[in-house]
């Protein structure tokens, strides 16, 4: 019966920050590792970022390393993806998801999903 809602998705111009956000219901956040997705129109959905259940871990698409940072409040059962340098090709729509084993770059590692949040950047 977990909840996830994305937010902070919108334009921005290449070289530009954005910084999504997680929210999820529940009393449990921190026993799962929560990751991010994203899917461009006619590509298949790919794994951006993840963390582990205390924050201590975290692993990231090769092409976004060193540009976005994954980070948890476990206090206030959210999750978040700083993106900076964003470039034209970070367009897509965004998913937060959750996972308690698995693969945590595997889609079907996930038991919840948010509905995403667009993230589109210009040239």
């Known amino acids: 019966q977990v909840q996830l809602v994305e937010s902070g998705g919108g334009l921005v111009q290449a070289g530009g920050s954005l910084r999504l956000s997680c929210a999820a219901s529940?009393?449990?956040?921190?026993?799962?590792?929560m990751g991010w997705f994203r899917q461009a129109p006619g590509k298949e959905r790919e794994f951006v970022a993840a963390?582990?259940?205390?924050?201590?871990?975290?692993d990231y698409l090769d092409s976004v390393k060193g540009r976005f940072t994954i980070s948890r409040d476990n206090a206030k059962n959210t999750v978040y993806l700083q993106m900076n340098s964003l470039k034209p090709e970070d367009t897509a729509v965004y998913y937060c998801?959750?996972?308690?084993?698995?693969?945590?770059?595997?889609?079907?590692?996930?038991?919840?999903w948010g509905p995403g949040t667009l993230v589109t950047v210009s040239s």
């Open positions: 998801a959750r996972s308690r084993t698995g693969d945590h770059k595997l889609e079907r590692s996930y038991d919840s």
């Open positions: 529940g009393r449990t956040f921190s026993n799962y590792i």
């Open positions: 963390i582990s259940e205390s924050g201590g871990n975290s």
